[in-house]
């Protein structure tokens, strides 16, 4: 059975933190996202990661960076935790090379930021 | 730059009737695809269809596609309290990526 691993489920952190979002996928895919989801926004994709150490910017990357440096592991980084980046967190993964693949989510990280 | 807006936001219906949500997006796609999502948790996928197609079927899942109108509707039929859920349409355009839509939240009651 598939698997998307998120390490933190729910998280309470303080404003100018640094904060790090885990993520494991254990279907040797090669694409990883990172989802922003808030209510009535839908989900918004912050980076997207196509290869081991290969990123690019989603709809709203600006306060986060990620890190791929394990085909299977694609971290969200907030480099300084700010009040307005309470939200849940999704990450996924899909196979490349064909569009219309499907993405396979992880269960969510709730991140409170106070 | 929002791909998808599902209509309506939010519907209630009775056990035993027929949901019925729809999509619309703004630019041209290679396929669209409807996910579900219970309170709290991870998007699962329920079905694709290629913009090549019209109609798909999954048990109870109808699918519809119009390029020309850039929309799509999913229908469930004979709706059960376990279909409880928010229903996402998502997009892409030959490409890897999807842009998900706003979400509609369906509510079955027994």
């Known amino acids: 059975d598939v698997k998307v691993t998120q390490s933190s489920r729910y998280l309470v952190k303080r404003t100018g933190e640094k904060v790090f979002l885990e993520c494991v996928q254990d279907?040797?895919?090669?694409?990883m996202f990172w989802y922003r989801q808030d209510p009535g926004l839908g989900l918004r994709l912050i980076y997207f990661?196509?290869?081991?150490?290969?990123?690019e910017k989603g709809d709203i990357p600006e306060g986060y960076s990620v890190s791929r440096e394990k085909k299977e592991r694609f971290s969200l980084i907030l480099e300084s935790a700010s009040t307005n980046q309470t939200s849940m967190y999704l990450c996924?993964?899909?196979?490349?090379?064909?569009?219309?693949?499907?993405?396979?989510f992880g269960e969510g990280s709730w991140l409170t930021v106070v | 730059s929002q791909q998808g807006e599902e209509d309506p936001q939010a519907l209630s219906i009775q056990e035993g009737e027929n949901a019925t949500m729809n999509c619309s997006y703004k630019?041209?796609?290679?396929?669209l695809q409807w996910y579900r999502q219970n309170s709290g948790r991870g998007l699962v996928h329920l079905i694709l269809?290629?913009?090549?197609?019209r109609e798909k079927h999954s048990g109870r899942l109808r699918v519809t596609l119009d390029t020309s109108k850039k929309s799509s509707s999913l229908l469930i039929t004979a709706s059960r309290a376990a279909d409880t859920a928010s229903y996402f349409c998502?997009?892409?355009?030959?490409?890897?990526?999807?842009?998900f839509g706003t979400g509609t939240r369906l509510q079955v009651f027994p």
């Open positions: 996924a993964s899909s196979a490349s090379g064909i569009s219309g693949n499907t993405i396979y």
């Open positions: 279907m040797d895919h090669e694409n």
């Open positions: 990661s196509y290869d081991v150490k290969m990123k």
């Open positions: 630019t041209s796609i290679n396929n």
């Open positions: 269809i290629r913009s090549n197609e």
């Open positions: 998502a997009t892409d355009n030959n490409t890897d990526k999807l842009i």
